[in-house]
Nanobody
Framework: QVRLVESGGGLVQPGGSLRLSCTASGSIFSINSMGWFRQARGKQRELAATITSGGITNYVDSVKGRFTISRDNAKNTVYLQMNSLKPEDTAVYYC???????????????WGQGTQVIVSS
């Protein structure tokens, strides 16, 4: 009933930038928290950034100062602006939504399909 669709991944050189976007569709009233998790090959998934409907953000230390998460509540869309990209940022980035209100129900752990980010020379 609720789907997250991501876009914006790709191949970029170190120091470059990418902007990821994720839009939630469905009979959604509101989403408390949206964010991005990433998983590099052979490594565990980690939280990259989250943002609440009120604009409170949280970042993993390794991306602070380089990544900026934002959202458009009216569009149920979350963005991740990634600047000064490093090879260590290479991963599949998954959009995530928590506290998604659908009618009288609230859903947790809604995931997107993932978008690949490769940072390489």
């Amino acid at each position: 009933q609720v789907r997250l669709v991501e876009s914006g991944g790709g191949l970029v050189q170190p120091g470059g930038s990418l902007r990821l976007s994720c839009t939630a569709s469905g009979s959604i009233f509101s989403i408390n928290s949206m964010g991005w998790f990433r998983q590099a090959r052979g490594k565990q998934r980690e939280l990259a950034a989250t943002i609440t409907s009120g604009g409170i953000t949280n970042y993993v230390d390794s991306v602070k100062g380089r990544f900026t998460i934002s959202r458009d509540n009216a569009k149920n869309t979350v963005y991740l602006q990634m600047n000064s990209l490093k090879p260590e940022d290479t991963a599949v980035y998954y959009c995530h939504a928590d506290g998604t209100w659908v009618g009288v129900y609230v859903l947790s752990d809604v995931w997107g399909q993932g978008t690949q980010v490769i940072v390489s020379s």
